[in-house]
Nanobody, 121 residues
Framework: QVQLVESGGGLAQAGGSLRLSCVASGSIFIINNMGWYRQAPGKERELVAG???????NYADSVKGRFTVSRDNAKKTVYLQMNSLNSEDTAVYYCNAEGLRLPNFQRFASWGQGTQVTVSS
């Protein structure tokens, strides 16, 4: 089992910033891809930002230039720095991680429980 626990969500004013964190735990051999998704009410879950083990990143067009994804492999943690927030960023944000777990190097793909981000205008 691989567990992901997010933190850092909350309420922010438009133009403000928040930083999300997600820590992975369990019998992990390696984490390849980590990322953040979000789901707003009545909408599909969408990719916000992803990062590979070697640090290659990708972003949704709507957040490019405002959000930054990073990771600390030693801490098995991924971060999402969100700046210049606007009301359209309001959603539940989910952490995702994919890799191989022990003891038999099975593939895993895990999700966090989600953290609410609300931006007031």
């Amino acid at each position: 089992q691989v567990q992901l626990v997010e933190s850092g969500g909350g309420l922010a004013q438009a133009g403000g910033s928040l930083r999300l964190s997600c820590v992975a735990s369990g019998s992990i051999f390696i984490i390849n891809n980590m990322g953040w998704y979000r789901q707003a009410p009545g909408k599909e879950r969408e990719l916000v930002a992803g990062i590979t083990a070697d640090g290659t990143t990708n972003y949704a067009d709507s957040v490019k230039g405002r959000f930054t994804v990073s990771r600390d492999n030693a801490k098995k943690t991924v971060y999402l720095q969100m700046n210049s927030l606007n009301s359209e960023d309001t959603a539940v944000y989910y952490c995702n991680a994919e890799g191989l777990r022990l003891p038999n190097f099975q593939r895993f793909a895990s999700w966090g429980q989600g953290t609410q981000v609300t931006v007031s205008s």
